[in-house]
């Protein structure tokens, strides 16, 4: 008769004592850092204790601000969908834009709040507006109660 490996409760439950007391990495490696101030950090992948994905966190500039901002890159890389942390020619690239945008935009408020004239703004309609509908005297305004006369 062939020898079985049988399952050994006890013996599977001292070996994954056993493994447990080994000494784990808690500090995580530094990545990068974005143009806010936080600071990235990353515990690469382990397959053979069964880590599948890498732990990712940042330490905010301000630790007693909860409304942090956040690169999209950055965040991006924190919640897994791009393998690779964002290089420092990208945020600059994406920083510029960004401030392009702002400027354009304070041009556009500048250029329809200083002339307030007939071609900036469209004009008000008067009559009546959308979402104006006409009322029956059949239908009930308020359920159970007669409709106000006019």
């Known amino acids: 008769m062939a020898n079985k490996p049988t399952r050994d409760v006890i013996g599977i439950i001292f070996k994954n004592f056993w493994k447990s007391l080994r000494p784990r990495q808690f500090r995580g490696d530094y990545i990068g850092e974005d143009y806010f101030g936080?600071?990235?950090?990353?515990?690469?992948?382990?397959?053979?204790?069964?880590?599948?994905?890498?732990?990712?966190?940042?330490?905010?500039?301000?630790?007693?601000?909860?409304?942090?901002e956040l690169t999209a890159e950055w965040e991006a890389w924190l919640r897994g969908r791009r393998e690779e942390p964002p290089t420092r020619e990208e945020l600059v690239k994406n920083l510029q834009i960004m401030d392009m945008k702002k400027r354009n935009a304070a041009e556009l408020e500048a250029t329809y709040a200083k002339g307030k004239d007939d071609k900036a703004l469209p004009k008000q309609v008067d009559g009546p507006t959308i979402g104006t509908f006409p009322k029956y005297k059949e239908y009930e305004f308020i359920p159970g109660k007669e409709p106000p006369e006019k």
């Open 38 to 68: 936080n600071k990235y950090y990353e515990i690469p992948a382990n397959p053979s204790i069964g880590k599948r994905k890498p732990s990712r966190w940042f330490e905010p500039a301000d630790k007693e601000a909860f409304d942090q």
